[in-house]
């Protein structure tokens, strides 16, 4: 298991009239951290698995909201991988407030694509050397 943790302040824009970070923002939370991680854990930026031909794009993504997050709060993002990746690259998510109260649960599932056929592929050796140490 690989466990990561993200940090981020919430700005204005983010927020409704109320202070409360609007709902559609999670997605790019998740995606923050997730790239934090996904660096942290494997050596390889996006940028870097898509030069070598495989792109990573989202299939699926739930998210429960248990408590809001407001203007200014500085958010902890924990991305938790709990399995070696195959095609598929399921990350889970914890957003904790400033109290480091549990706000928010999450997960989303990537799949690896070859970047030319458009097709499900296994991850690049590369990336899966650096990983299989957490799951070992």
Same mark, same amino acid.
């Given at each position: 298991?690989?466990? /990561?943790?993200?940090?981020?302040?919430?700005?204005?824009?983010? @927020?409704?009239?109320?202070?409360?970070?609007?709902? +559609?923002?999670?997605?790019?939370?998740? $995606?923050?951290?997730?790239?934090?991680?996904?660096?942290?854990? +494997?050596?390889? +930026?996006?940028? #870097? &698995?898509?030069?070598?031909?495989? &792109?990573?794009?989202?299939?699926?993504?739930? +998210?429960?909201?248990?408590?809001?997050?407001? /203007?200014?709060?500085?958010? !902890?993002?924990? #991305?938790?991988?709990? $399995?070696?990746? !195959?095609?598929?690259?399921?990350?889970?998510?914890?957003?904790?407030?400033?109290? $480091?109260?549990?706000?928010? !649960?999450?997960? !989303? @599932?990537?799949?690896?694509?070859?970047? #030319? @056929?458009?097709?499900?592929?296994?991850?690049? $050796?590369?990336?899966?050397?650096?990983?299989?140490?957490?799951?070992?």
């Amino acid at each position: 298991m690989f466990v /990561y943790k993200s940090k981020i302040r919430v700005r204005y824009v983010e @927020t409704d009239q109320m202070g409360v970070v609007h709902h +559609s923002n999670y997605a790019q939370y998740y $995606e923050l951290a997730r790239t934090e991680c996904f660096e942290a854990c +494997s050596g390889m +930026s996006y940028e #870097s &698995m898509e030069a070598d031909g495989v &792109m990573l794009p989202i299939l699926e993504m739930h +998210s429960k909201f248990l408590k809001p997050a407001l /203007y200014n709060q500085v958010l !902890t993002i924990k #991305s938790i991988v709990r $399995e070696l990746p !195959t095609v598929r690259l399921n990350v889970d998510y914890e957003i904790y407030n400033e109290a $480091e109260e549990l706000i928010n !649960t999450g997960r !989303t @599932t990537l799949v690896f694509v070859n970047k #030319s @056929t458009k097709r499900p592929c296994a991850p690049p $050796e590369r990336f899966m050397q650096n990983v299989r140490q957490y799951f070992e």
